[in-house]
């Protein structure tokens, strides 16, 4: 398992930018693109690139901490 599998990443429409929005907000504020797939793809590779460094600067990465919902029933 790749360590940014750990995070909970989502992509979502934002109706107020035209655009639409990558997340991971254990990690990073976000990123834009009008490609939801390829924003995805390009989400994954800042995550990777932010894993990186913060093991280049012997840095703990936070706890996955952001889930998504569950149905209760």
Known sequence: ???IDL????V???EEDQVY???CPDLITGIH????????RD????LTEVVHHFRQEGRTLPKPRVRPMQEVL
């Open 7 to 10: 995070y909970h990443k989502w």
């Open 33 to 40: 693109g009008d490609d939801p797939v390829q924003l995805y």
């Open 43 to 46: 989400l994954c590779d800042v």
């Open 21 to 23: 929005i990558g997340k």
């Open 1 to 3: 398992m790749n360590e």
């Open 12 to 14: 979502e429409w934002s």
